[in-house]
Structures are given as structure tokens and as C-alpha cells.
């Protein structure tokens, strides 16, 4: 009697998962549009048009991505091309991002080259040739750079490095190149981890240095932090207190956010914590705007890695992280690109027309207003200086 009530609940749930399928992929195919890129640096279809109709109107639009490919900057490039944005915000720390910035518009070709010969590998998402493609359109357009993360564990001989430069403390300058030394030396390591760093590191914050340098150090010490405990709190945490210190710039202004799918849904994030998405959300609600939140993800493919010794990975639709949208990917079944809107859910669900059970899929639906799946994700190269 026990084992045929373990089978007729085993049915019955199994009844319900393909029911929920069934009413979102029914759902889905009445809210699609569909577009492809052109070999003109472009899209075609009313699914681009749509995409483009809804971005004009917004003033924050907010990208949530898989890192690591080639379509998405792609997508991202082309629709900077046809929308001026006042602000590029994103997934790097805010000096790194400075730093990255200034030598874009001051060194000549030559000099850029040996940059990034020597610091190329420090960028953390942007050491990637689209990406930083991207980044070097938007600094030539005038957009303004502004980073939120904590600083990279791949950073810090580039923060290190301009520290030195900038200080005019001669003993911090000794340790700095102490640093630098160390960290390109044992670049296969992760210096930051080191006791050598953290001792150097609360020597210099020891010192008497500018409030510049004092930040700078402050904030390697809390992304070491960050990283060797595993707070991501923390880490949201530290990205809203960067948002809000920019918020005069940023705020009634057009901006486009460009972060990992888990930060930009409007409500709670993919990782139960409020995250920026819903802290731009509210910030545009209270001006009378909305904001714009966009998930783009790929069905198939590969994508990019952040190891050189392993650069790509396989996109399996069946994996953990994708399986959630196999009412999606039923029907985006061509290599057409297909755009989801996502607002006809959201009321489905508020009028109790339609019951979403995973709560991961639940979250995607309620924090987005468009889905975009990519046929097929293609992996990014990294910088390859001359």
C-alpha cells in the first residue's frame, strides 16, 4: 500500500511538471518574435524591431548574460549602434575599469599593444576579444565606463601596478613593486590568496597614503575576503555601495547594464538575494520609469572559458542550469534567434491562470521582461595582442 501511494505521487507529479511545461510553452508561442543577424553588422526581423522599439523607451536597460561568447557582445555592439547610452555599466571593478578606460583614449596603437601585452590577462570579462572590443566602442563613443565588482583575483598586479605608479609614498612604492614582482612571477598562483599579500597589504594600509590609495587597498582586502570565504552578500553588497556613490551619474541618464544572468532580474535574483537589477528597478520606480531587464541565453554550442588550458565548455540544454527552459527551446528549435516577452506571465500568474513550480524558473519569468535564446553560442576568444 506504501510503495503504490509512492507511485501514484510520483505520477501525479510527473502529471504536473508536464502540465506547468505544457501552459508555458502554449504561453511562450503566443508571445514570440523571432530575428537573425545580417553580414552587415546588424539584425532583420520584428523580433530585432521590437527589441529596439522597447530599448528607446527605457532609460535603464539591463542585459543579464552567460559570459564568455561571441553573440552576446555581438547583440550588445549592434544595439549601441542604433542607441547612444550615456553610461556602460557592468561586471569589473571600478578601477580597473578607470584604468583600462585612460589607456584606450591616451596611448597611441603602439603603446595600447604593449598594455595589453603585459596586463591583457588582468582584465577579468574583458580580457576576451569581444568584450573588450565592446568596452574600447563604448570609451570611443564617450560612454562612461563605470565598474561595480570587487576586484578579480586576475587583477591585482594591474591595480598593484597603477598604485605604484600614482603614489608618493617611498616606501609603499617598494612594497607595490615588491607585489608586482611577486604576483607576475607566480602568475600560474593566486597571489591574493598568499600570506605574503595580506602582510603586504596591512603594511601598507600602515602607511601615510592618499585617500585614493587607501580605497583602492580597502577594496582588495575586501574582495580577498570575498573570495576566500565565499560571501557572496558581501559581494552584492559592495556592488550596490559603488552603484549609489555613481548614482549622479547615472541616475536619469541612459544606461546599459551588462551582467551575469543571475544580478539583473527586477525582483529577487537567481541566488535569493536582492541584487542590483532589483536595486536599479527601484531606483527608475521611483523617478516614474521602469526599468528594462533582458536574459539572453544560448540552446546550444559552446561558450568561452576563463582558462586558457581549457577554453570552452559545451552548452547542453539539458543540463541543470537550462533544463528550466525546455518550453523555450521546444519551440525555438531553428537557428533562428527568438524573443520571448515575458510580461503576458507575469499576469498569467497574477490572476492564477498559470502555475510556474520551479522556483528558479518562477524567479527568470518574474524578474524579466524578455527572453532571448540564441540558437547557437559560439566561444570567445581572448585578446591575441600583436
Known amino acids: 500500500m506504501k510503495l503504490l501511494k509512492i507511485l501514484l505521487l510520483t505520477l501525479l507529479s510527473t502529471n504536473l511538471i508536464f502540465a506547468q511545461e505544457s501552459e508555458i510553452q502554449k504561453l511562450a508561442s503566443e508571445n514570440i518574435s523571432t530575428f537573425n543577424p545580417t553580414n552587415k553588422n546588424t539584425f532583420i526581423g520584428n523580433g530585432w524591431e521590437k527589441l529596439l522599439e522597447v530599448s528607446k523607451k527605457s532609460n535603464s536597460i539591463l542585459v543579464g548574460e552567460e559570459h564568455f561568447t561571441n553573440e552576446i557582445p555581438y547583440l550588445i555592439n549592434t544595439l549601441s549602434s542604433e542607441i547612444h547610452f550615456d553610461n556602460f555599466i557592468c561586471e569589473i571593478d571600478p578601477f580597473s575599469a578607470k584604468t583600462i578606460e585612460s589607456k584606450i583614449e591616451n596611448l597611441n596603437d603602439k603603446k595600447l599593444n604593449d598594455f595589453l601585452k603585459n596586463y591583457g590577462d588582468n582584465f577579468s570579462f574583458f580580457e576576451l576579444k569581444p568584450e573588450f572590443e565592446l568596452f574600447q566602442k563604448f570609451v570611443k563613443s564617450k560612454t562612461n565606463i563605470i565598474g561595480l565588482d570587487q576586484i578579480s583575483l586576475v587583477a591585482d598586479r594591474l591595480i598593484i601596478s597603477e598604485l605604484k605608479n600614482q603614489s608618493k609614498n617611498e616606501k609603499a612604492k617598494s612594497i607595490y613593486s615588491s607585489m608586482e614582482a611577486t604576483s607576475k612571477k607566480n602568475s600560474s598562483d593566486i597571489y591574493m590568496f598568499t600570506d605574503d599579500f ?10 601615510n597614503l592618499s585617500a585614493k590609495e587607501t580605497e583602492q587597498l580597502m577594496a582588495l582586502k575586501l574582495s580577498r575576503e570575498i573570495y576566500l570565504e565565499s560571501k557572496h552578500h558581501l559581494r552584492i553588497q559592495w556592488m550596490k555601495n559603488q552603484l549609489i556613490k555613481e548614482l549622479p551619474n547615472w541616475k536619469g541618464k541612459k544606461n546599459l547594464f551588462k551582467f551575469g544572468a543571475v544580478h539583473m532580474p527586477s525582483g529577487e535574483s537567481l541566488l535569493e538575494i536582492y541584487d542590483i537589477g532589483n536595486f536599479v528597478n527601484n531606483i527608475e520606480d521611483s523617478e516614474f520609469r521602469k526599468s528594462l531587464h533582458i536574459l ?3 540552446k546550444s554550442g559552446y561558450s568561452g572559458t576563463p582558462d586558457k588550458s581549457n577554453p570552452t565548455q559545451i552548452i547542453d ?3 541543470a542550469y537550462l533544463k528550466i527552459y525546455k518550453p523555450f527551446f521546444n519551440i525555438a528549435k531553428d537557428e533562428t534567434w527568438h524573443l520571448f516577452d515575458l510580461q503576458p506571465f507575469k499576469k498569467a500568474i497574477s490572476e492564477n491562470k498559470l502555475s510556474v513550480e520551479n522556483v528558479m524558473l518562477s524567479r527568470v519569468i518574474k524578474g524579466y521582461d524578455y527572453l532571448i535564446v540564441v ?9 591575441e595582442p600583436k
Open 198 to 207: 595580506q602582510n603586504k597589504l596591512n603594511e601598507l594600509l600602515a602607511l
Open 296 to 298: 539572453i541565453i544560448g
Open 317 to 319: 540544454e539539458n543540463s
Open 375 to 383: 540558437p547557437r553560442i559560439t566561444p570567445a576568444k581572448f585578446i
